[in-house]
């Protein structure tokens, strides 16, 4: 019974990696199921005993990126060091995490945002819990660097936005597009976060 359900989850995983590479190699929309179980091995009825459609599909490899990519933050460095540092470990860690899924990245950045309502609900959910991640990490650094402030979940959101926005500067979609290193942006990153943890708003009295 285990080593079932361990080589349908394996099935599933190789599914999920077919789509990714259909779609660096054509785009979601040209890509086709007979693309993915082409690059998975299987027969077209293996893949709808998974999945139900493409988009299915689709949704599950943004869905398990994501949730990878937010263990990835989570794991980085440590609460007690110094704040600074921790940004710089994760930051590496996230950039270098992502360049090392060529697959995967053209996926999360680029095709989710035209892949249809439902994929466009799953990207802004994920996005906040990219948010929450944020905060996360950033609260429970606060006992050992209390002058830290507290990154409220709104700005979080704008946080995550722009970083995404930053991202998709550096990868050209196209075939024949030249992509810049997404770990060149390494420092570029580092400087939005901390400039958004140390910016002191000044309002009127």
Request: include cysteine.
């Amino acid at each position: 019974m285990v080593s079932t359900v361990r080589a349908a989850a394996q099935v599933r995983a190789d599914l999920i990696s077919g789509l990714a590479t259909a779609v660096s190699e054509k785009g979601y929309a040209a890509s086709t199921i007979a693309d993915i179980v082409a690059h998975a091995r299987v027969s077209k009825r293996t893949f709808y005993e998974h999945f139900s459609d493409k988009e299915e599909c689709l949704m599950a490899l943004y869905r398990d990126s994501c949730d990878q990519l937010m263990m990835v933050l989570r794991e980085a460095g440590s609460p007690a060091e110094p704040w600074r540092e921790r940004i710089r470990v994760a930051a590496t860690a996230y950039l270098s995490t992502l360049e090392s899924l060529p697959a995967v990245y053209r996926t999360l950045l680029v095709e989710m945002q035209a892949a249809g309502p439902r994929a466009y609900r799953l990207r802004q959910e994920k996005q906040r819990r990219f948010a929450d991640t944020l905060v996360e990490i950033v609260e429970g650094g606060r006992p050992a660097n209390p002058e830290l402030p507290p990154l409220s979940p709104a700005v979080a959101v704008a946080l995550v936005g722009g970083l995404n926005e930053l991202l998709l500067q550096a990868v050209d979609p196209y075939p024949g597009g030249i992509s810049t290193p997404l770990t060149s942006l390494n420092d570029t990153v580092v400087d939005l976060v901390t400039a958004v943890l140390t910016y002191r708003p000044t309002r009127p009295e």
